[in-house]
């Protein structure tokens, strides 16, 4: 016996049963295993109908086997008199069953535990079967089913794939009925692949490629330029200044560095260490003469920004003090503009006397400082071009 | 329906016996039996059992409800049996006497007579 709690029979709600069960002993009804997931709501409904009954026959309260095997037990019973009226029916040669099959079928389940009248051939209509049916309704009280239940089991409306008709389609050969349904459409199961459809121009190809190539090309000058400007700035610095007085684009560099070193403290040629090893120039610049004659003419340019970045302590002070005179292992960007002109300088100087004292103190906070000046010379130099749109040509 | 086309009615017995179950099947429209009509429904359509007629589906509900009734009072009987035998202890019969609980013994004990 195994020790369950009894349940109650008199409270039957569809919640309260338990679904599922695998451990639960199920009757094979023509092949659904132990887990008839598909009939568990209608196992569900007998256990119900038959904890009612018992509970109108006597009971105070039922064990969970015991109600499962006499629910099992009922649905047996109902297929079992189905199967039987149905055999009946076609015995005799219809498809419908009729009553008299129905009775002929509770005489057949009857006939182990006997009724009466059963030895007897009678005529069905006064079998003893149906007697004791009768004395049965009148007899009993009425106990209809705890819960309303839908009609079941439901039936969900299968999505149809529409006909070779329908789809407005013709089959694809003699051998298929246009009423079966239609084939899957080719991109379901072909896999095509898919590239962007473009034009091939090798002309054009060939033009954007040049454009790209010389580009690069460009890139790559400039990087060198700057490279040799840092190196030739550094050599600049311990012969002469390279301030430069301009009279217009043509100023010399040898010019500027006679006359502007005596007069203006300001334009001396700045004390510095050479700490930093310059940067080797590569093999074809150095050797080519008008190289050379460009970078003369793009390092007075670029004095103003050299300046600039000198005054700001990047390379070192302008009045001798030995502050931060090592290059920085980065080289810091440098903001160029192709300029030249008198009034650039002037604001170079006016600027060079401004950020002076600014200079001191951005050195020695640090690095993010410096970062800052140049954003702030940045600035400046594009406020300049915005002011003067007439040295944009120069660009 | 077939009572009323049987040929056979020549008797006043059997006429009697038709107006009976004539009769009877129509009150089983006003009897709701225990078992629903649904599951006696969903059951007979499984095994093949066709009939558009409602009162064949009530008369086999009532048909199963009769017969588990019978069961479980076979059970009862059983249950009520054990329980006399039991040596008697006026506090312990009390007790039990109010909880009658359908076992699993009990069951297959009724179901064995069936």
């Known amino acids: 016996m195994e020790p369950e709690p009894p349940i109650q029979c008199c409270n039957p709600t569809l919640e309260s049963v338990k679904l599922g069960n695998p451990n639960r002993r199920t009757i094979d009804h023509g092949g659904v295993g132990g887990r008839a997931s598909s009939d568990e709501f209608g196992r569900a409904v007998s256990r119900i109908a038959v904890a009612q009954i018992c509970e109108s026959a006597g009971f105070n309260g039922v064990k969970n086997s015991a109600i499962e095997a006499l629910s099992d037990v009922t649905i047996s019973y109902l297929i079992d008199l189905g199967k039987i009226a149905e055999f009946y029916a076609n015995l005799a040669g219809r498809s419908q069953c009729s009553v008299f099959d129905l009775i002929l079928g509770l005489e057949d389940l009857e006939q182990v535990k006997g009724f009466i009248g059963s030895g007897q051939s009678q005529c069905l209509l006064g079998s003893g079967t149906v007697r004791d049916l009768m004395r049965f309704v009148n007899c009993g009280d009425e106990v209809p089913f705890a819960q309303p239940i839908s009609n079941f089991p439901v039936i969900r409306q299968r999505k149809v794939i529409p006909s070779f008709l329908q789809m407005g389609e013709a089959p694809p050969s003699k051998h298929i009925p246009p009423w079966l349904p239609a084939l899957p459409d080719p991109h379901t199961y072909i896999h095509t692949p898919m590239w962007d459809e473009r034009t091939c121009d090798p002309r054009e190809d060939k033009v954007e490629q040049a454009r790209q190539r010389r580009k690069a090309e460009r890139s790559l000058l400039s990087l060198q330029k700057r490279l040799l400007l840092c190196s030739g700035s550094v050599e600049t610095r311990n012969t002469t200044s390279n301030v430069v007085v301009p009279s217009g684009g043509g100023a010399s560099l040898r010019q500027g560095e006679g006359e502007g070193g005596d007069k203006n403290p300001y334009l001396k040629a700045p004390v510095v260490n050479k700490d930093v090893s310059p940067v080797p120039l590569p093999g074809k610049l150095s050797d080519d003469v008008d190289m050379i004659a460009n970078h003369v003419s793009v390092l007075e340019a670029f004095a103003p920004a050299i300046e600039m970045m000198r005054s700001s302590g990047v390379l070192c002070e302008d009045d001798g003090m030995q502050g931060r005179t090592v290059l920085p292992a980065v080289r810091p960007t440098v903001y160029f503009k192709f300029r030249a002109g008198k009034k650039l300088i002037h604001e170079s100087l006016d600027m060079r006397n401004q950020k002076k004292d600014a200079s001191r103190t951005a050195a020695l906070a640090g690095r993010e400082d410096e970062r800052d000046d140049k954003k702030r010379r940045a600035e400046l130099i594009l406020k300049q071009s915005m002011e003067n749109p007439q040295e944009l040509t120069l660009l | ?114």
Do not use: W
């Open chain 2, 1 to 114: 329906m077939n009572p009323n086309h049987n040929p056979q009615s020549s008797d006043g017995g059997r006429h009697d016996d038709d107006a009976a179950l004539t009769e009877f099947l129509a009150s089983l429209m006003d009897y709701t039996p225990t078992i629903p009509d649904e599951l006696v429904e969903h059951y007979l359509a499984k095994s093949g059992f066709q009939s558009p007629d409602l009162r064949l589906t009530r008369l086999v509900a009532v048909a199963t409800q009769k017969f588990v009734a019978e069961v479980a009072g076979d059970a009862l009987q059983h249950c009520k049996a054990r329980q006399a035998t039991i040596p008697k202890d006026k506090r312990d019969r009390q007790q039990k006497d109010k909880r009658l609980v359908l076992t699993m013994e009990d069951l297959t004990k009724a179901l064995h007579d069936v």
